[in-house]
């Protein structure tokens, strides 16, 4: 069994790698963070002809056809670059929502636009701060239209296609909202990682589609099931970049007429970040062949994924500015802001805790039938 990626994914990855060093994604990242904020839309249109915002599209939407694995390698390296583009909101969940759960009108409409990059999508359901739950859901659907308020919205100021979450009747769906309608307000929030704007979105009696036709919070799950393991990557790739950061200047500052990389302290620090980074690679790796078999194992590897990653990056990122010493607290440095993606990333799409409840609860699920017949 190969566990690794094929040859035409490592020539996609050295090619994603090499785009994105050429661009200079984190240097172009930096200076939207010293603008106040926003995401990179010359980057953004970019990637488009690349066709890697439609890499899992099929063609007859204008996509490239590619499979889930290959989206998972050009996740890995824009969180090595710490690009500033909105993936996961657009790419991972809207995209993959019109895919999945879309009827052909919805996905004859809205793909081709989300491929070449003339719509960014946005997923709305949360309300405030703290785990999503049905009681916090207050987003009301009456004769078609929408009233409430979605806060935090991960690029809702930049989005011209929301995906919200609310209830109609006793029950709970999805449904597209286009942005700029009368009776919709949208105001910037402030976040940890301006690279990642977020903002909060009113809705007054707004005309909305329903998404589907299966209840809302099973539409949910299964969106937050994929998005997690293409997340988890990005993770990865951060992490990774963070680990080659500090190893890098670990060799380079002397203190005491020796590499400070010498010392038992840093060699320790090092190898705890190395180790919790592969341990959330060979989980990305177990998410990524669940996504591309959809297989029934997916809830337990996007959970496994979504929680090694989560502390593997934030792992990396602050053992980084540690290693660094005093540089690694300055702003001309790029510690922090890999530190603020690992923050960022890390509340994306629900904090570790909640992953490693519904990993308990996958994992307990699993060994039930087992422990009954013992």
Request: overall charge negative.
């Amino acid at each position: 069994m190969n566990f690794d990626f094929s040859d035409e994914q490592k020539l996609l990855r050295e090619q994603v790698r090499r785009f994105l060093e050429e661009r200079a994604a984190c240097k172009r990242a930096r200076a939207l963070v010293d603008a106040g904020g926003g995401f990179d839309e010359e980057l953004w249109q970019e990637m488009a002809e690349l066709g890697w915002l439609g890499a899992v599209v099929p063609d007859e939407f204008g996509g490239a056809g590619l499979g889930q694995v290959d989206l998972c390698v050009i996740a890995e390296e824009l969180g090595r670059a710490n690009a500033a583009v909105p993936f996961i909101s657009s790419v991972y969940l809207v995209t993959q929502a019109l895919l999945c759960h879309g009827n052909h009108a919805q996905q004859n409409r809205w793909l081709p636009k989300l491929v070449a990059g003339d719509v960014v999508g946005a997923l709305a359901s949360h309300e405030a701060a703290g785990p999503l739950t049905p009681s916090r859901v207050r987003a009301q659907i009456s004769a078609g239209e929408l009233t409430g308020r979605k806060s935090p919205v991960a690029d809702g100021k930049s989005a011209q296609l929301l995906v919200v979450l609310a209830r109609e009747g006793a029950g709970y769906g999805l449904y597209l909202a286009e942005t700029g309608q009368a009776g919709m307000e949208v105001r910037d929030l402030e976040m940890t990682d301006p690279s990642r704007p977020a903002a909060s979105v009113s809705f007054d009696g707004v005309p909305v589609e329903r998404l589907g036709t299966e209840d809302g919070w099973a539409v949910l799950d299964d969106l937050w099931n994929r998005a997690v393991v293409l997340a988890a990557f990005e993770q990865v790739g951060g992490a990774q970049a963070c680990l080659d950061m500090a190893k890098e200047y670990a060799n380079e500052r002397f203190a005491f007429g020796r590499p400070i990389g010498s010392f038992q302290a840093i060699k320790h620090k090092l190898a705890d970040v190395y180790i919790a980074t592969e341990l959330a690679r060979s989980n990305a790796y177990y998410g990524a062949w669940a996504l591309q078999a959809d297989a029934p194992e997916l809830p337990l590897a996007a959970a496994a994924a979504r929680v090694a990653g989560c502390r593997a990056f934030e792992l990396a990122a602050k053992e980084n500015i540690q290693v660094h010493g005093g540089m690694g607290f300055t702003w001309e440095l790029d510690c922090h802001l890999y530190y603020r993606r690992a923050k960022s990333l890390g509340l994306a799409l629900g904090s570790a805790r909640v992953w490693k409840d519904r990993l308990v609860g996958r994992i307990e699920a699993r060994n039930a039938p087992q422990a009954e017949t013992m």
